[in-house]
């Protein structure tokens, strides 16, 4: 899963620095405003068409979901590499963005599926940290290899792995979506009635447990079993469900604001380091060393704090169990880092100077830094609190994402050319202030807001 993330996000990321020769590359030539909508579109259509992945994955589960969307992407990587002309490479382009969506959704779902609650921080900071490396190694190489062997290499290069990864994903991930229903029902325990629902909470282990040690139930089965679970309608109006809840608003605006920063970094920052004074050229994509090197200080932070922070605080329960918002206080110096950064960045390209880069390959450090830790913190809160339908609250976040950086990254070069850059990055900053606010109720009034909104959780089976 982690694998497929970095993919997604090197496919979706790494056409951006390569923009200033793709401008020379591709005929008819484009102006660079034009070329970025390569860029907004495809991270548009990864967060909104999650709106159908999920719930398909919900109805007939998580691998075939998986599989199909893994196939799609070889095969929109090679329209990419063949594609001849502007229009044909953004459609290209646009179902590209299709294929990678469930890399944000599916995948950290799937995490959340195997591992417990005092784990689950831990993998989705692996997670996480590929999901961030994917856009900085793209950013670092992208340029490079539009520059040496040609814009289309770049998508055979995605076209290799992700055929490596659907191989993968084909003989190593089984099922994880685990239908109780079905095997209380199977196992014909007193606890299913009637009408399907799943009264006796306090027999899950055991019940769990002889399910396991079912042959049906086993990993080689498991890499084939299809099957459709019902409530299709209910499980595509689920999405749309999940904001009634406080925390998906406050993930959602976190992981948009954050990941907008970052793509109009990336699609921005080439483009100032290919100007006067600083002239790079193909070594553009190396302001995303700055971002990598955070992304990378941001996943140890997070692997360490966020899971000592829940056992610690459950210790001094008497109950042994600590509360979802417990997570939340790891985030906030993360939060305060990014915020800066994004700010940072604006001043330093507002004030070309030969060595201003550096300015701005640490504040992308700072933006990278928080995109590994705000992000892997959020999801493990929604796991937490809403655990049952997360991949419907990952929906949202992925919209949400994808919505701000298709607008920041749309018309963010235009902004720039006529207004500079303080004053698009100032702005960015105050909005992400104002997202990073919201963390403060939800840690105090967390709680409070899950029990006033438990009566909007779905009641259909399985939930």
């Given at each position: 899963?982690?694998?497929?993330?970095?993919?997604?996000?090197?496919?979706?990321?790494?056409?951006?620095p390569?923009?200033?020769i793709?401008?020379?590359?591709?005929?008819?030539?484009?102006?660079?405003?034009?070329?970025?909508?390569?860029?907004?579109?495809?991270?548009?259509?990864?967060?909104?068409?999650?709106?159908?992945?999920?719930?398909?994955?919900?109805?007939?589960?998580?691998?075939?979901?998986?599989?199909?969307?893994?196939?799609?992407?070889?095969?929109?990587?090679?329209?990419?590499?063949l594609?001849?002309?502007?229009?044909?490479?953004?459609?290209?382009?646009?179902?590209?963005?299709?294929?990678?969506?469930?890399?944000?959704?599916?995948?950290?779902?799937?995490?959340?599926?195997i591992?417990?609650?005092?784990?689950r921080?831990?993998?989705?900071?692996?997670?996480?940290?590929?999901?961030?490396?994917?856009?900085?190694?793209?950013?670092?190489?992208?340029?490079?290899?539009?520059?040496?062997?040609?814009?289309?290499?770049?998508?055979?290069?995605?076209?290799?792995?992700?055929?490596?990864?659907?191989?993968c994903?084909?003989?190593?991930?089984?099922?994880?979506?685990?239908?109780?229903?079905?095997?209380?029902?199977?196992?014909?325990?007193?606890?299913?009635?009637?009408?399907?629902?799943?009264?006796?909470?306090?027999?899950?282990?055991?019940?769990?447990?002889?399910?396991?040690?079912?042959?049906?139930?086993?990993?080689?089965?498991?890499?084939?079993?299809f099957?459709?679970?019902?409530?299709l309608?209910?499980?595509?109006?689920?999405?749309?469900?999940?904001?009634?809840?406080?925390?998906?608003?406050?993930?959602?605006?976190?992981?948009?604001?954050?990941?907008?920063?970052?793509?109009?970094?990336?699609?921005?920052?080439?483009?100032?380091?290919?100007?006067?004074?600083?002239?790079?050229?193909?070594?553009?994509?190396?302001?995303?060393?700055?971002?990598?090197?955070?992304?990378?200080?941001?996943?140890?932070a997070?692997?360490?704090?966020?899971?000592?922070?829940?056992?610690?605080?459950?210790?001094?329960e008497?109950?042994?169990?600590?509360?979802?918002?417990?997570?939340?206080?790891?985030?906030?110096?993360?939060?305060?880092?990014?915020?800066?950064?994004?700010?940072?960045?604006?001043?330093?390209?507002?004030?070309?100077?030969?060595?201003?880069?550096?300015?701005?390959?640490?504040?992308?450090?700072?933006?990278?830094?928080?995109?590994?830790?705000?992000?892997?913190?959020?999801?493990?809160?929604?796991?937490?609190?809403?655990?049952?339908?997360?991949?419907?609250?990952?929906?949202?976040?992925?919209?949400?994402?994808?919505?701000?950086?298709?607008?920041?990254?749309?018309?963010?070069t235009?902004?720039?050319?006529?207004?500079?850059?303080?004053?698009?990055?100032?702005?960015?900053?105050?909005?992400?202030?104002?997202?990073?606010?919201?963390?403060?109720?939800?840690?105090?009034?967390?709680?409070?807001?899950?029990?006033?909104?438990?009566?909007?959780?779905?009641?259909h089976?399985?939930?």
């Amino acid at each position: 899963m982690g694998l497929f993330s970095f993919i997604a996000n090197f496919g979706s990321s790494g056409l951006a620095p390569a923009l200033e020769i793709l401008e020379y590359q591709l005929l008819p030539p484009q102006p660079i405003s034009k070329l970025s909508y390569l860029v907004a579109v495809c991270v548009l259509m990864q967060g909104c068409s999650n709106v159908f992945w999920v719930p398909l994955a919900n109805a007939f589960g998580r691998r075939p979901i998986l599989i199909l969307s893994m196939l799609m992407g070889v095969f929109f990587s090679v329209w990419c590499g063949l594609a001849d002309g502007f229009g044909s490479l953004l459609a290209a382009r646009a179902l590209q963005g299709v294929a990678f969506a469930p890399a944000d959704t599916i995948a950290p779902d799937v995490i959340g599926e195997i591992f417990f609650v005092h784990q689950r921080g831990r993998a989705l900071a692996i997670y996480t940290l590929f999901l961030a490396g994917g856009s900085f190694v793209g950013g670092i190489a992208g340029a490079y290899i539009a520059g040496d062997l040609g814009y289309r290499y770049f998508f055979w290069i995605c076209t290799a792995l992700f055929g490596f990864n659907l191989l993968c994903e084909v003989f190593l991930v089984p099922e994880t979506l685990f239908d109780r229903q079905s095997h209380l029902v199977q196992e014909q325990h007193p606890s299913v009635t009637g009408d399907g629902s799943f009264n006796d909470k306090a027999n899950v282990d055991k019940i769990e447990l002889a399910a396991g040690n079912n042959s049906n139930t086993s990993a080689g089965p498991s890499l084939w079993t299809f099957a459709y679970r019902g409530h299709l309608l209910q499980h595509f109006l689920d999405p749309w469900r999940s904001l009634a809840f406080p925390g998906t608003w406050v993930v959602m605006l976190h992981y948009g604001g954050l990941l907008g920063g970052l793509v109009t970094i990336s699609t921005v920052g080439p483009q100032f380091l290919a100007a006067p004074p600083y002239l790079w050229g193909n070594d553009v994509g190396l302001l995303g060393f700055g971002g990598f090197i955070g992304s990378l200080l941001g996943g140890v932070a997070t692997y360490v704090t966020t899971d000592l922070l829940v056992k610690r605080l459950a210790k001094k329960e008497s109950h042994g169990l600590a509360e979802p918002e417990s997570r939340l206080p790891a985030m906030f110096p993360a939060l305060f880092l990014s915020t800066m950064g994004i700010l940072i960045f604006g001043l330093s390209a507002a004030n070309p100077s030969p060595h201003a880069w550096a300015g701005m390959a640490v504040a992308y450090g700072m933006v990278g830094f928080g995109i590994t830790q705000i992000p892997s913190i959020g999801l493990s809160y929604l796991i937490d609190s809403y655990n049952a339908i997360s991949a419907d609250c990952f929906v949202m976040t992925a919209i949400a994402r994808s919505v701000v950086s298709f607008a920041w990254t749309f018309f963010v070069t235009q902004w720039i050319e006529t207004s500079g850059a303080a004053l698009p990055f100032g702005i960015f900053t105050l909005i992400m202030g104002l997202f990073a606010l919201l963390t403060f109720p939800l840690w105090l009034f967390g709680k409070r807001m899950r029990i006033a909104t438990a009566g909007y959780l779905p009641t259909h089976a399985n939930h």
